[in-house]
């Protein structure tokens, strides 16, 4: 693989901003994150490449820390690459990961949408089975799912966790990144694309956000609470970073 020594250029015209900005190699094409940290690290998410480099960190610097980690950084993106073949097709005869399963879709036309699943099949109803219509139904049919269950559930877990009084709201957005996230306001949120996980790892991420009512980081105590309520979940966060591909849609 190829590579030049001469040090990325920069899109930002302040390089000390916090603020994310885009650089390239011929190698790569990543972004970099500039805050108060004193390391720098690369993380490859979704196809895209992040360097997260202190303030005081020149261009240079993080060129030539990006070109040492070239092969590593190549190996990640074909990993993805490999994964994004597993994604779920939504067109009729493709294939889509619910519930642990790999199911073959079906798409029928029906004024009502919802969604049937046989030993082998995922039968999607749905009012347009054409273009987009499939993923607009799938996305009305987890969300109906998601309303359905997952506020009861949090606000149990809540009040059996004494922090119901924390708890403001439980909304639903689809992210590309997160499937769940909570404020300091005691607003949780969900990606709806959950429902699409077995049922016992949408109770972990319950757990895990409900958890964070009462320690808002990833300490050690934040970890014991989730154990309490869920023994297993190093089982379920595993599950997630092996399978958490073939849900995006």
């Given at each position: 693989?190829?590579?030049?020594?001469?040090?990325?250029?920069?899109?930002?015209?302040?390089?000390?901003?916090?603020?994310?900005?885009?650089?390239?190699?011929p190698?790569?094409?990543?972004?970099?994150?500039?805050?108060?940290?004193k390391?720098?690290?690369?993380?490859?998410?979704?196809?895209?490449?992040e360097?997260?480099?202190?303030?005081?960190?020149?261009?240079r610097?993080?060129?030539?820390?990006?070109?040492?980690?070239?092969?590593w950084?190549?190996?990640?993106l074909?990993?993805?690459?490999?994964?994004?073949?597993?994604?779920?097709?939504?067109?009729d005869?493709?294939?889509?990961?619910?519930k642990?399963?790999?199911?073959r879709?079906?798409?029928?036309?029906?004024?009502?949408?919802?969604?049937e699943?046989?030993?082998?099949?995922?039968?999607?109803?749905?009012r347009?089975?054409?273009g987009?219509?499939?993923?607009?139904?799938?996305?009305?049919?987890?969300?109906?799912?998601?309303?359905a269950?997952?506020?009861?559930?949090?606000?149990?877990?809540?009040?059996?966790?004494?922090?119901?009084?924390?708890?403001?709201?439980?909304?639903?957005?689809?992210?590309?990144?997160?499937?769940?996230?909570?404020?300091s306001?005691g607003?949780?949120?969900?990606?709806?694309?959950?429902?699409?996980?077995?049922?016992?790892?949408?109770?972990?991420?319950?757990?895990h956000e409900?958890?964070?009512?009462?320690?808002?980081?990833?300490?050690?105590?934040?970890?014991?609470?989730?154990?309490?309520?869920?023994?297993?979940?190093?089982?379920?966060?595993?599950?997630?970073?092996?399978?958490?591909h073939?849900?995006?849609?």
């Open positions: 693989m190829t590579h030049s020594n001469q040090p990325p250029k920069a899109l930002t015209a302040h390089p000390q901003d916090a603020a994310a900005k885009v650089a390239t190699t190698v790569v094409e990543y972004q970099v994150v500039r805050s108060r940290r390391t720098m690290v690369i993380h490859v998410r979704h196809e895209k490449v360097v997260r480099a202190p303030l005081f960190v020149s261009e610097e993080i060129g030539r820390f990006v070109d040492s980690h070239r092969e950084i190549q190996r990640q074909n990993r993805k690459a490999q994964q994004d073949a597993q994604r779920l097709d939504l067109s005869g493709g294939s889509i990961f619910y642990g399963r790999t199911l879709v079906r798409l029928l036309r029906a004024t009502r949408e919802s969604i699943t046989t030993e082998s099949e995922f039968v999607l109803f749905c347009d089975p054409s987009a219509g499939p993923g607009r139904a799938l996305q009305r049919c987890l969300l109906a799912q998601a309303q269950v997952l506020p009861a559930r949090t606000r149990a877990l809540a009040d059996y966790l004494g922090v119901g009084d924390k708890l403001r709201e439980v909304v639903f957005r689809k992210t590309k990144t997160k499937w769940g996230h909570c404020t306001s607003r949780i949120q969900f990606n709806w694309l959950i429902m699409l996980a077995p049922d016992a790892i949408v109770d972990y991420m319950i757990c409900v958890s964070h009512l009462r320690v808002m980081n990833h300490s050690a105590q934040f970890w014991a609470l989730v154990a309490s309520v869920c023994p297993d979940y190093r089982t379920y966060v595993k599950w997630l970073r092996k399978h958490e073939r849900l995006w849609l």
